[in-house]
């Protein structure tokens, strides 16, 4: 039998599976979905379907699409085997795992959660759910994830910035296009007014006093002529408003509060104490 028309669609981050069919000799055209990636049923409903309207004999589609299954299940077997030749051996991870956690944001694929399960971490896209295996250096391998999860075998990775902090993660989701970025959303706890009121109050530069107030679940940093707002990343490391390469560290004691800071410019690392620490 001959079809004008056949097409299938997989591999979809949805996790679903569609065989399209039309026949120019009876008129008649085939929609089967299913709800799961890699699945045969599709494939085997239309051509079943198909040999009927056309008066065709009975065949067994299902063994030789079993038999199709196996040679490919045998070949990606092999790769993956094959697949720690291109593994750096004995480059770990920069970080702790526990550094890793977070939530990150894609503008189009929304938020990707990275979270730990004892001694792996975990990701969560949307409800695809898998583990993060470390690889090389902070390239880590999707592996755990569901029965013909898009996911399974994917490479992603995190980048650093220049102090050395987890800020964004790249994961190749569209073969198509360039790998996509999600950008690490600030700690919650950075904006939290309950929080924030730890780090307030003022601090010894050098003989320069820097102040440091709380405005509703923002914090201000103020110095004699200058006024700057405040952006929480990690850490309790903050960025300043609108200037590149200016940030503050603060250094917390043991009950919780600030006890000092770190101001990071383009010029160096400048320490400041607080000026009522240990009161």
């Known amino acids: 039998f001959f079809f004008s028309s056949r097409r299938r669609h997989t591999r979809s981050l949805c996790d679903w599976s569609s065989d399209v069919c039309s026949s120019d000799l009876k008129g008649y055209g085939f929609v089967v979905l299913t709800n799961f990636d890699k699945s045969p049923m599709a494939e085997l409903v239309v051509r079943r379907l198909c040999d009927r309207v056309l008066g065709l004999a009975d065949k067994d589609y299902g063994k030789a699409i079993a038999q ?71 390239v880590f391998r999707v592996g755990d994830a569901a029965p013909s999860s898009p996911l399974e ?18 994961a190749p989701l569209e073969p198509a296009v360039p790998a996509l970025v999600f950008v690490r959303k600030p700690d919650a706890a950075l904006s939290d007014p309950q929080v924030l009121a730890q780090l307030v109050g003022e601090y010894d530069l050098g003989g320069q006093v820097l102040t440091v107030a709380r405005e509703g679940s923002t914090l201000v940093l103020t110095l004699p002529g200058q006024r700057h707002r405040l952006l929480g990343r990690s850490a309790w490391v903050f960025d300043f408003d609108g200037l590149l390469g200016y940030s503050v560290r603060f250094l917390l004691g043991e009950d919780g509060k600030a006890k000092g800071l770190r101001v990071r410019q383009p010029d160096g690392v400048y320490v400041g104490k607080r000026k009522d620490a240990g009161r």
């Open 153 to 170: 075998g994917l490479k992603v990775q995190f980048a650093l910035n220049v102090d050395g902090d987890i800020e964004s993660l790249r």
């Open 68 to 138: 199709q299954l196996d040679m490919v299940g045998n070949k990606a077997a092999q790769a993956r085997e094959a697949e720690s030749l291109e593994r750096v051996a004995d480059a770990k991870p920069s970080h702790p795992l526990d550094d890793y956690q977070g939530v990150y944001v894609h503008p189009g694929y929304g938020e990707l959660r990275v979270g730990r399960d004892g001694k792996v971490l975990t990701m969560d896209l949307h409800g695809l759910r898998a583990t993060l295996e470390p690889w090389h250096y902070d």
